[in-house]
């Protein structure tokens, strides 16, 4: 599965637009985390209990949005986009979203060549 943020892939063109795609998850921060990271904020700095937390959240937000995409048949998603709202003290959401498509490698002839494997490509 290919994902990326821009509108259109290099080397492919996009044959079947399948519609939004999205990957929502909701968190919410541990006492214990919090007391963790209260001794962390105390000294100043990265703040690492969050940070793994915002990392961890956003890739289940990602993982959840390429089985959406997956289950409606598209071998890509483009315009991909997070968002992130508190909705409570210390809840919050993670939205991955963007638009599944259907994508073949561009073959007539010109020196357009397919995309190179990227951190989200998968390959």
């Given at each position: 599965?290919?994902?990326v943020?821009?509108n259109d892939?290099?080397?492919?063109?996009?044959?079947?637009?399948?519609?939004?795609?999205?990957?929502?998850?909701?968190?919410?921060?541990?006492?214990?985390?919090?007391?963790?990271?209260?001794?962390?904020?105390?000294?100043?700095?990265?703040?690492?209990v969050?940070?793994?937390?915002?990392?961890?959240?956003?890739?289940?937000?990602?993982?959840?949005?390429?089985?959406?995409?997956?289950?409606m048949?598209?071998?890509?998603?483009?315009?991909?986009?997070?968002?992130?709202?508190?909705?409570?003290?210390?809840?919050t959401e993670?939205?991955?979203?963007?638009?599944?498509?259907?994508?073949?490698?561009?073959?007539?002839g010109?020196?357009?060549?397919?995309?190179?494997?990227?951190?989200?490509?998968?390959r």
């Amino acid at each position: 599965m290919l994902v990326v943020t821009t509108n259109d892939i290099p080397g492919f063109r996009v044959v079947r637009h399948l519609g939004l795609v999205r990957g929502l998850t909701v968190r919410s921060r541990s006492v214990v985390g919090n007391i963790g990271a209260a001794i962390q904020i105390f000294f100043g700095g990265n703040i690492s209990v969050y940070t793994r937390l915002a990392e961890h959240t956003r890739q289940e937000a990602f993982d959840l949005l390429v089985e959406h995409a997956q289950s409606m048949g598209a071998n890509a998603v483009i315009a991909m986009r997070y968002d992130a709202n508190e909705i409570a003290a210390a809840v919050t959401e993670v939205l991955a979203y963007g638009s599944a498509v259907i994508i073949e490698p561009v073959t007539d002839g010109s020196s357009a060549s397919t995309a190179p494997p990227g951190p989200w490509s998968g390959r």
